[in-house]
C-alpha cells in the first residue's frame, strides 16, 4: 500500500493523464515513417543520381568502355574552352529570361481578367480552357507545332500569304528559330502559372480593395499598390518553378529543331544528353551538368532571397 501511494504521488506522474514523452515518441516514428517513402524515392531517383554524376564527372568515361581514365578537374577545364558549351549557356540564359518574363506578364494579364469575371462557371470554363494545353505531354505539342511550323504547308505560313506576305523559315532561320520555340512553349505552359496566380489573388483579402477605393484609388492603382504587393509570395513561387523549370526544357528543343540552325537553339540540357549518349562522353557530360546544378542553384537562391517577405495578412 505504501509503494502503491509512493508511486502514485511522485512528481511527474499524474493518475488519469497521459504520458506525454511518450505521445511525443510516437508522434515522430509516425512522422518517419510517413516520410520514408518519400526521402527514398528521392534518394533512389534524385540524390544517387547527382552523386553518381560528381564522380563521373573527374573522370574520362565511356560507358562502351570497361575502364574510366581518371582525369581530374580536365573536364572542368575543357568547358572554359569548348565554343559550343559557352554558346549553350548564352541559348539557355536567354531562353530563360525572355519566356519566363513574357510567361510571368501574360499569366498575371489573364489571371487578372479571369479573377474580374464575376460568373462563376465562365471563370471556371476560361480556368479549364487555359490549363488544358499543360495537359498534353509535351513531345506530342512539340510535334504539333513543328507542322504548324512547316515552312511548305504550315498553319503559320499558310496564313501569312494569305496575308500576301513571305513565308518565314520559322525553325531554320536563326532569326526565328529560338522565338518560334518560345512560343510554342508559352502556349503549352501559361496555364499552369495562370491558375496559381487566380489562387493568390483569390486569397488576398477584399478589405484592401475596399479601402483603396474609398481613398480614391483607381484600378491601376489598386494593382500596383496593393495587388502587386499581396502577390508577392505567389510570384516568388510562380518565378522559382518557372525559371527551374525553363533551365531544363529539353524536349521541344531536341523535337523541333535538334539545336540548330548554327547552334541557335541549342541549350545546354540539349547539349549534355548529345555529349552523354551520342558522344558517349559520359565524364564531360557529367562535369556539364554538375556546373548546370550549381547554376540553377544559385540562380534560385537568389531568387528566394530577392523575393523574400516579412509581412502576414
Do not use: C
Request: aromatic share 14%; proline share 4%.
Amino acid at each position: 500500500m505504501k509503494h502503491d501511494a509512493a508511486a502514485s504521488s511522485s512528481p511527474g506522474i499524474v493518475p488519469g493523464t497521459p504520458n506525454r514523452r511518450g505521445e511525443k515518441g510516437r508522434g515522430r516514428w509516425f512522422i518517419y515513417l510517413s516520410l520514408a517513402p518519400i526521402l527514398l524515392l528521392f534518394g533512389v531517383f534524385a540524390f544517387i543520381p547527382i552523386g553518381w554524376s560528381l564522380g563521373l564527372s573527374v573522370f574520362k568515361y565511356n560507358p562502351l568502355s570497361a575502364s574510366a581514365l581518371f582525369v581530374g578537374a580536365d573536364n572542368y577545364i575543357r568547358m572554359l574552352g569548348d565554343s559550343i558549351f559557352i554558346k549553350s549557356l548564352w541559348v539557355t540564359f536567354k531562353f530563360v529570361v525572355i519566356a519566363v518574363a513574357v510567361n510571368i506578364l501574360i499569366t498575371l494579364m489573364f489571371a487578372v481578367a479571369i479573377q474580374r469575371i464575376r460568373t462563376g462557371w465562365l471563370r471556371n470554363l476560361m480556368r479549364t480552357v487555359f490549363f488544358l494545353p499543360t495537359i498534353a505531354p509535351l513531345a506530342g505539342t512539340a510535334i504539333v507545332w513543328s507542322t504548324m511550323f512547316n515552312y511548305n504547308h504550315g498553319l503559320f505560313n499558310i496564313v501569312l500569304t494569305q496575308l500576301h506576305m513571305a513565308p518565314v523559315q520559322w525553325l531554320s532561320d536563326p532569326h526565328y528559330a529560338l522565338y518560334s520555340v518560345i512560343l510554342m512553349t508559352l502556349w503549352a505552359d501559361i496555364g499552369y502559372n495562370i491558375v496559381l496566380f487566380i489562387a493568390g489573388l483569390d486569397s488576398i483579402p477584399d478589405m484592401y480593395y475596399e479601402a483603396a477605393i474609398l481613398d480614391g484609388a483607381s484600378r491601376w492603382h489598386s494593382f500596383w499598390h496593393v495587388t502587386l504587393p499581396l502577390l508577392r509570395r505567389t510570384m516568388l513561387f510562380v518565378s522559382v518553378t518557372t525559371v527551374v523549370s525553363y533551365f531544363q526544357a529539353f524536349a521541344q528543343f531536341q523535337i523541333m529543331t535538334k539545336g540548330e540552325p548554327f547552334n541557335e537553339t541549342r541549350v545546354l540540357a540539349l547539349h549534355i544528353y548529345e555529349q552523354a549518349f551520342s558522344n558517349s562522353n559520359m565524364g564531360y557530360a557529367s562535369a556539364m551538368a554538375t556546373v548546370f546544378l550549381i547554376i540553377i542553384l544559385v540562380v534560385t537562391l537568389l531568387q528566394l532571397k530577392l523575393g523574400r517577405t516579412e509581412w502576414e495578412y
